[in-house]
């Protein structure tokens, strides 16, 4: 059993030690030792590693439990890392390497970093507010009968600076926790009060006090360590705490760099009393007192082990930590430690007061005594399980396109209809499906699908509508049985919640199929957390409807523009663009079996199209009603629409134009064709269900042919190649017209690209296609300047 050889708060301290010193050299070696041959700044956070040192070792070390999960404070990595490797989950090899090509990342990431990160973070409090989202996802899963109810409880724990306490992310989450009953989740804050550029405001503790307690969570404060509460209790500790307590932030900080003798002079001087307060400060050397002063809460592994295990409950809980940046190190408090190093004779103070011998700077247990019953501790502590706490679930058979007729519609009414008809089947893939929204649930589709399958909560609430006999459409019943997580109006939120559903396989060993709907516009609003959810390799369907100029009613606010481009650069998302319901029903059902591949590919070296690893899908719809095409949707069609375009119209060898649209504007592409075709001119139509997908196929096979696979040609280059080169292509989509321009790079066709490159307006839709030159009359005369006509 842990603890037998070495006293467990001993074992601890000498951990944190070691993580200390193995962070500060880290960094240290990354940026003055390891060859730099462009000369760029490494960096590292010496001194915010520092400040969380004792509260990660007194965690991993003294608390945690496997079940628990963590989103480390990004500039706490180096620590994080030592941490790890004195684990044993982490390579010597990967350490050296700190933040170069191949080594441990700069900030933890789930992706990149070979050890156990639950949560990426990246200093913008997103990883604090996953945290949140990671509880409510435990607790839905939890309700359902399955397999993962029988699975302890783990609390999500964030660690934070104070400084991330600025971010709006934070604020926004904590309503949205408060509204569903947040519970099991833990936010431990370095309350060092030192941020990048200075040192916090005087009173902010205050303010974080009581921001906390009004959305319901305990507030527990860790304000003084052991050796300051002892002090305390001595004739004259009275006035040295009403001291401390009043003292300001920056002068305490400033009095920590100094040292022993400045505290002394200052203490003296400002409540000497050659009484009971001296002689309190004459019992210390200069050395002894620097250490009283610098026991704060959030150093004293005593207290904190204290304070986390009588924590107790479930409700949430925000420890404030009270500590020094830069703790332990000769950085200590200075206001210029955020991005500053110790230099070479720093590193060597440091080095001596740890004992580190030369050449022996990466051993596990150089410096400290007990090395084998610290080799011990370390086996026996709970957190440190040989089971790997990545967990798994099995992929979920999908039933195939649910395909809903003929009749005139938009791909917006078409994907509520999908799933109202998903919905009504008795399948594990309907079990497994959650859907979210931003309050905009009934206005993207989502409506028939809540009414079947009811919004989620852990107790029931019946519609009061319904109960007194009020008509309404919408059943707005809670059930823990429910599938759909209500938001409130914030965007962050949204993607915050599909990132951690779309983990639930890893982080609870359930599978889910997220769905998040938002306005199509608003994808701006929360692309922080949507890059966040896909750094993450979490896995959702997003589904942002309506979109583009189309909405010609709502003005320019609702109208989408660069949606389409923010589909094709964000990494780990496959971004789809349908006209037809048909073809939409074929992109849903390809979707969900993609959100649950897996391979040993690493996502970000993949080819395209990542047919192996998966990733998340993003689909823009519109509310904007067409004719359907009549037809049978064969294998090869269906390959096509995957793959990103097929001939609506196929070219001859006497082709002159090619129109080529994406989304809404297949009827004025079909228009604008079949005016031309009047005169005899060959026109072909190309269908493009995803620029994202071409785009990036073709950009692969462009690399493979560099590399010497010359065999090599992508999706858009087949298409392509029946066109005469003489031809030109025409363009058209509801969005920025980059999206499609680059098709006539492909194989050098003659390119018009039409579009929308200004903020929208209000009026009808051919207002504004005429207004924004998108419309059949403008395609057609653009079609006939390029064959000279």
């Known amino acids: 059993m842990a603890g037998k050889s070495i006293e467990r708060i001993e074992a601890i301290e000498a951990l944190t030690k070691k993580s200390l010193w193995l962070a500060s050299w880290m960094v240290h070696h990354a940026n003055h030792i390891r060859p730099n041959p462009d000369g760029v700044k490494v ?163 205050d303010r974080i006090e009581a921001i906390f307690k009004a959305f319901g969570w305990k507030v527990v404060t860790l304000k003084y360590g052991a050796l300051q509460r002892a002090a305390f209790e001595e004739p004259g500790g009275e006035k040295l705490k009403a001291w ?66 009588n924590a107790g409950t479930d409700e949430p809980t925000v420890f404030i930590n009270y500590t020094v940046k830069g703790w332990g190190t ?11 190093q110790m230099t070479s004779a720093q590193i060597e103070q440091l080095r001596v007061a740890h004992e580190i011998r030369d050449g022996h700077e990466w051993d596990l247990f150089e410096g400290l005594k007990q090395a084998d019953a610290l080799a011990d501790f370390v086996r026996d502590v709970p957190f440190n399980t040989a089971e790997s706490r990545r967990l798994t679930s099995p992929a979920v058979p999908t039933i195939g396109p649910q395909f809903i007729g003929t009749g005139a519609t938009s791909t917006q009414a078409a994907f509520g209809r999908i799933l109202d008809a998903i919905a009504k089947t008795d399948s594990e893939m309907a079990r497994r499906i959650v859907s979210t929204s931003p309050d905009v649930t009934v206005s993207t589709g989502l409506g028939s699908w809540v009414n079947r399958r009811n919004l989620f909560a852990r107790k029931e609430t019946a519609d009061l509508f319904q109960k007194e006999a009020i008509p309404s459409t919408q059943k707005w019943r809670f059930t823990p049985d429910g599938q759909h997580m209500e938001l409130g109006i914030a965007e962050m939120n949204l993607f915050l919640m599909l990132g951690a559903a779309g983990l639930s396989h890893s982080l609870f060993g359930e599978r889910l199929l997220p769905i998040g709907t938002l306005y199509d516009p608003f994808i701006s609003r929360g692309l922080d957390a949507l890059n966040y959810a896909c750094y993450q390799d979490a896995r959702f369907l997003l589904v942002g409807t309506p979109s583009g100029v189309s909405l010609a009613g709502e003005g320019g606010a609702h109208q989408s523009i660069a949606s389409p481009l923010i589909g094709m650069s964000q990494d780990g998302l496959a971004s789809f663009e349908p006209a037809f319901a048909d073809e939409l029903s074929v992109i849903i059902d390809w979707a969900f079996d993609y959100m649950q591949r897996t391979g040993d590919a690493r996502p970000d070296l993949a080819d395209w199209p990542r047919d192996v690893t998966g990733g998340s899908v993003y689909l823009r719809l519109s509310t904007r009603t067409l004719e359907q095409v009549p037809r049978e949707i064969a294998p090869p069609l269906v390959a096509d629409i995957i793959r990103g375009a097929y001939w609506l119209q196929p070219p001859t060898p006497q082709c002159e134009v090619v129109i080529a649209y994406q989304g809404v504007l297949a009827s004025e592409a079909i228009a604008a064709a079949a005016r031309i075709g009047g005169d005899r001119r060959n026109v072909a139509v190309l269908a493009v269900t995803s620029a994202d997908r071409l785009n990036a196929g073709w950009q692969a096979a462009q690399r493979a042919r560099l590399h010497g696979n010359f065999e090599t040609i992508s999706h858009i280059e087949t298409l392509l190649k029946g066109v005469p080169h003489r031809a030109g292509l025409v363009t058209a989509i509801d969005a920025h017209p980059a999206t499609l321009g680059w098709l006539g790079s492909v194989l050098g066709h003659r390119t018009m690209a039409l579009g929308v490159e200004h903020f929208g307006q209000t009026g009808t839709v051919s207002d504004l296609y005429r207004h924004f030159g998108i419309g059949a009359e403008t395609i057609e005369t653009t079609c006939r300047q390029i064959f000279g006509r």
């Not at 001194?47 to 007194?58: D, G, K, P, Q």
């Not at 009393?273 to 050397?285: K, P, T």
């Not at 959030?298 to 904190?304: A, K, T």
Request: aromatic letters at 8%.
């Open 244 to 309: 401390i307590d009043a003292c300001p932030n920056d002068l305490y900080s400033a009095l920590m760099f100094r040292g022993g003798a400045a505290w002394r002079e200052r203490l003296n001087d400002e409540i000497g009393d050659q009484g009971d307060v001296s002689a309190l400060l004459s019992r210390r050397s200069d050395e002894e007192l620097a250490a009283l002063m610098a026991n704060l809460g959030g150093h004293c592994v005593q207290s904190l082990l204290e304070q986390f295990e």
């Open 330 to 340: 000769p950085l200590a408090g200075h206001k210029d430690n955020h991005a500053g």
């Open 43 to 205: 960096g590292g956070h010496q001194a915010s590693s520092a400040s969380m040192a004792a509260m990660l070792a007194t965690l991993y070390f003294g608390v945690l439990k496997p079940e628990d999960r963590l989103a480390v404070k990004p500039h706490a990595a180096p620590v994080f890392h030592a941490i790890q490797y004195l684990m044993g989950r982490q390579s010597r090899q990967k350490l050296i390497d700190f933040r170069a090509f191949g080594g441990a990342q700069s900030y933890p990431s789930r992706t990149k970093d070979t050890e156990d990160v639950d949560f990426s973070t990246g200093s913008v409090g997103l990883g604090v507010a996953m945290t949140a989202f990671a509880s409510m996802v435990q607790d839905y899963v939890r309700a359902k009968d399955w397999s993962g109810k029988a699975r302890p409880e783990g609390r999500m724990i964030a660690l934070a600076g104070d400084a991330e306490l600025d971010e709006g992310n934070i604020y926004e989450c904590l309503l949205e926790g408060w509204k569903h009953g947040l519970r099991n989740c833990w936010w431990i804050i370095d309350y060092n009060r030192q941020s990048l550029d200075g040192v916090v405001r005087e009173g902010l503790y």
